[in-house]
């Protein structure tokens, strides 16, 4: 698989190292410097992936993040020096999959590359239901009523995760497990912020969801059909 | 992610314990109140108002000052009234009184002349016939008196003697002017009279009228003189002046004076009232102000009216607090800048290491295909980015410790999971090192709620610590719970701690002895870490140690959130030390033996081991471990002959504890350990220092 990266990245030492890496793992990388490049860069290259330094010059990550989850729902992964929870959650409802943070072993970097970017390799037709929505695994849609529901590649593995086993609770280190593909129990804020952004897009009143309905104390599980 | 199913048994078992520790308590006390206690309690009750009294008195100047003035205006008042009705008196009575006696002596000279005209004429014989019946002389006598002056005194005539005036005892009846008693006159002028004939007497009397009159009775002045009469008979002659009107003059001024003394104090009092609140309302505010700016509300001032000395008050203290709160501004913001300038340096520092990290990482991984020098340079590069990458991780979590930015994520959480973990992560540590972890409790789940990634953080630092410093010996985890509190202590029978040490080893950058080889590479901020971590619970980090004799650390966190930690569920100071088994700080008490691991062997020689009350064996850290404390008494007793009290229990107090994985511990029977008297001669060279972690006040500087 060769997947297409592109780093957005204002150092230029890392960027040119992550490239390196990145490389000799089989991807092609991109570079962009400056978040107002971003954009356009991302139209041009059409990456698979987008590595993303949430600290840019021009406008920040977090705007980047925004502009490109309005257009496609690719996976992109931060690159974050911050570890504060307001910092994470801030990157991850802007829109981001998953995230590094800084200093990274170049392994994990390319775990995370490699998690977001295998998907899409098993295409089994398949078709679940789920409270009112219908799911279609190969194609890849969402459908309720028959009006189809964009769902960025990260969404909807965490919706059909908890659709293929509607009898069972799901706790967020499981989820962080299938859907992530961390090995071990990793940050579970990642869960939480991705649960409130698939509520917001399928559920009729994400204040009161229905779908995807948490169980106190345990974790989260598919609502009755 | 708080469980509110979760939260709310916890809840109800703290609840409970406290019901039941109120029983107790009220049942202690109900048994201690006897009859004794009952009539103390009495009087505590009646004391109770006045202790209010004096307590208020002692507290507000305002009272105190009023009470004084009170007092004061009170006094002067009195004073002032006694001499003033004095003044009265003496100018309204002695003057009338003078007049008195005036006009009673002129009436007597009268009288007497009288008196001895008829006795002249009788002795010539013109008398009149009359002048020999006595009644009849003596009321023309009286009349004769009495006339000039019916308005402004009485004239009363009666025979010598005293008692009850009876008619015609003593050969007469009394004669008087107008509606006067005879029964005014006083029994003791009488007989002063009798005692000195044609000698004027006085005396004040109360006089009394007859029934029919207006006015019964009032104080008058009584006048008299004794005379012969013409008949030869004796008879008193009196002259009584009504002092009526100047005793209801003497009473008005009297009453006038007595209102205008109430009024008086009355106005004293207000006034010092009112001139009291006006210095006193600026000071309570000033104190009200004052804890205000205390409890952090630095924009707080006093209001400032008028140029007077209370303005001035107002003003120096306004300007105390400007400087406060520009002082203290200050140092905030140097603080934050400074603060600022750590947390941006760690991150700014990362996106480099980032690069140096990967470039790295892919130099190590193709190591191989260089040169050995080159290769093991790459080697060192990795090993030092890794504690590089640490360090600056504690740095940053210490720089957010400091910003006052670490969050509380709590939930609840049973200990004993976070201890397992802990364990199991360290175990190839404990392998590298020789030492087994044990983990000791009572089976019972300790829940808690805990921010368990910090707890775990903690109990990592310390069993690695542990570990790193146990010279190969056991490291035993200790839980325990009680009174809302629980705790995990980490024990280790390594290098210790000296004295003073307890404290140190959470300073930042702290190392126990700077020339070990550190095979973990700490970076020097675990300890001081895991004491934030641990306040940011409202829990306490202690360290415990002897030198040789290993350390203990305690963890102690309240059972729920926000908890108070009365008391510590068990002793920082553990059962094993050197202290609590009698031995010298600087003995060398065990030692791990080689043998089979499975039975242990223990023995104290020579020196007799002071028993801690209840022995050892059964609450050390050793006990109950798949009988691993096998205490033989006849190898106990064969190993110490001649010892004063070679009795099998003390070697168990000697024993308790390190045998807790079958670790064997000998006692060699150095020469030079030193002796009981020794031990009590220098009582600093126990090791046992106690010390809390660190200063909490560091803590709540933090808003």
Aim: proline share 6%; net charge neutral; charged share 25%.
């Amino acid at each position: 698989m060769k997947g297409r990266v592109l780093v957005v990245d204002d150092d230029s030492a890392l960027a040119e190292m992550l490239g390196i890496v990145l490389r000799g793992e089989g991807f092609e990388p991109f570079f962009v410097a400056d978040g107002d490049k971003a954009l356009a860069a991302f139209r041009e290259t059409k990456p698979d992936l987008v590595l993303l330094d949430l600290m840019l010059p021009g406008r920040d990550g977090i705007d980047v993040c925004r502009q490109i989850r309005a257009e496609s729902g690719i996976p992109i992964v931060m690159l974050t020096a911050k570890t504060d929870t307001v910092d994470v959650v801030v990157g991850l409802e802007s829109g981001a999959d998953d995230y590094v943070t800084k200093p990274f072993k170049p392994k994990e970097l390319v775990a995370r590359v490699r998690a977001r970017l295998r998907r899409a390799e098993e295409p089994t037709p398949e078709q679940l239901t789920i409270g009112d929505l219908v799911i279609d695994v190969a194609g890849h849609s969402v459908k309720r009523d028959g009006r189809g529901i964009p769902l960025t590649p990260l969404e909807f593995d965490l919706l059909v995760a908890l659709a293929r086993k509607p009898w069972q609770v799901f706790t967020r280190e499981v989820l962080l497990e299938q859907v992530w593909g961390y090995r071990h129990a990793a940050d579970t804020r990642l869960v939480n912020v991705h649960v409130q952004r698939l509520r917001s897009k399928i559920e009729k009143d994400p204040e009161r969801p229905e779908i995807v309905v948490t169980v106190r104390g345990v974790g989260y599980k598919a609502g009755p059909s | 992610m708080t469980d509110r199913a979760d939260e709310t048994p916890s809840g109800t078992a703290t609840d409970g314990a406290g019901a039941v520790r109120g029983d107790v308590l009220s049942s202690t006390t109900r048994r201690r109140r006897g009859p004794s206690g009952l009539i103390g309690l009495v009087k505590r009750q009646l004391r109770r108002p006045t202790h209010r009294v004096t307590a208020l008195y002692r507290r507000s100047i305002q009272l105190r000052v009023v009470a004084v003035s009170l007092l004061a205006s009170i006094a002067v008042v009195l004073v002032l009234g006694v001499v003033v009705v004095a003044q009265v008196r003496t100018g309204l009575l002695d003057t009338k009184m003078d007049a008195a006696r005036a006009q009673a002596r002129i009436g007597f000279q009268v009288e007497q002349k009288k008196i001895d005209e008829a006795r002249d004429q009788k002795l010539r014989g013109t008398a009149d016939p009359t002048v020999d019946e006595t009644g009849t002389w003596l009321l023309r006598q009286v009349n004769d008196l009495a006339g000039s002056g019916q308005t402004v005194y009485s004239v009363i005539a009666m025979a010598p003697g005293t008692g009850a005036v009876v008619p015609d005892t003593g050969g007469f009846a009394p004669r008087y002017s107008g509606d006067i008693q005879p029964s005014s006159i006083p029994d003791t002028l009488r007989a002063k009279l009798m005692s000195e004939p044609g000698q004027m007497f006085d005396q004040p009397t109360r006089i009394h009228r007859a029934p029919e009159s207006s006015v019964k009775s009032e104080p008058g002045l009584a006048l008299g003189m004794q005379f012969v009469g013409p008949a030869g008979n004796s008879y008193q002659m009196f002259y009584v002046f009504s002092f009526g009107q100047e005793t209801d003059t003497l009473n008005l001024v009297t009453g006038t004076l007595a209102t205008a003394g109430v009024f008086v104090v009355i106005l004293m009092g207000g006034i010092a009232w009112v001139v009291v609140r006006q210095v006193v309302t600026p000071v309570r505010m000033a104190a009200g102000i004052s804890e205000r700016l205390a409890d952090g509300h630095l924009e707080e001032r006093m209001k400032v009216t008028g140029t007077d000395d209370i303005a001035r008050l107002g003003e120096s203290f306004n300007r105390m607090a400007n400087a406060l709160q520009a002082q203290i501004r200050q140092l905030e913001e140097l603080s934050r800048v400074q603060r600022r300038f750590v947390s941006d340096v760690s991150h700014e520092l990362r996106t480099p290491l980032t690069t140096v990290r990967m470039a790295a990482d892919l130099i190590y991984d193709s190591r191989e295909d260089l040169d050995p020098m080159a290769a093991r340079s790459a080697e060192l590069l990795q090993g030092q980015l890794d504690r590089f990458e640490s360090l600056l991780a504690d740095l940053l979590e210490i720089s957010r410790f400091d910003a006052g930015a670490a969050i509380l994520d709590a939930e609840p959480v049973d200990l004993r999971e976070i201890v397992g973990r802990v364990v199991e992560a360290a175990e190839p540590l404990a392998e590298a090192k020789g030492s087994a972890v044990v983990i000791r409790g009572d089976g019972e789940p300790v829940l808690a709620e805990v921010d368990s990634r910090r707890i775990e953080r903690i109990l990592r630092n310390l069993v690695v610590n542990a570990l790193e410093h146990g010279e190969g010996r056991d490291v035993v985890v200790r839980l325990g719970s009680a009174d809302g509190a629980v705790a995990v202590g980490v024990r280790d029978y390594g290098i210790g701690l000296k004295p003073g040490e307890a404290s140190r080893v959470f300073h930042r950058f702290w190392r126990a002895d700077p020339s070990r080889v550190r095979t973990t590479g700490g970076t020097g901020l675990g300890l001081s870490i895991a004491v934030e971590d641990a306040h940011l619970h409202g829990g306490w980090l202690q360290a415990w140690g002897e030198p040789g004799g290993g350390s203990h650390f305690r963890l102690t966190l309240p059972r729920t959130r926000g908890g108070e930690i009365s008391r510590a569920p068990f002793r920082l100071e553990p059962e094993d030390s050197r202290n609590n088994r009698g031995l010298g700080t600087y003995g060398m008490p065990y030692r791990r033996a080689i043998s089979p691991v499975g039975s242990t062997a223990m023995a104290v020689a020579e020196e007799p081991t002071e028993a801690p009350d209840g022995g050892g064996a059964g609450f050390g850290f050793g006990s109950g471990l798949g009988g691993v404390l096998n205490i033989g008494p006849g190898l106990g007793r064969s190993r110490m002959p001649e010892g004063p009290r070679s009795d099998p229990s003390d070697v168990r107090t000697a024993g308790a504890g390190y045998g807790a994985t079958g670790a064997q511990v000998m006692v060699d029977p150095t020469p030079g350990r030193p002796s009981v008297a020794q031990r009590t001669a220098e009582p600093d060279m126990t090791g046992g220092t106690d010390v809390e972690g660190s200063q909490r006040a560091r803590d709540e500087q933090q808003d």
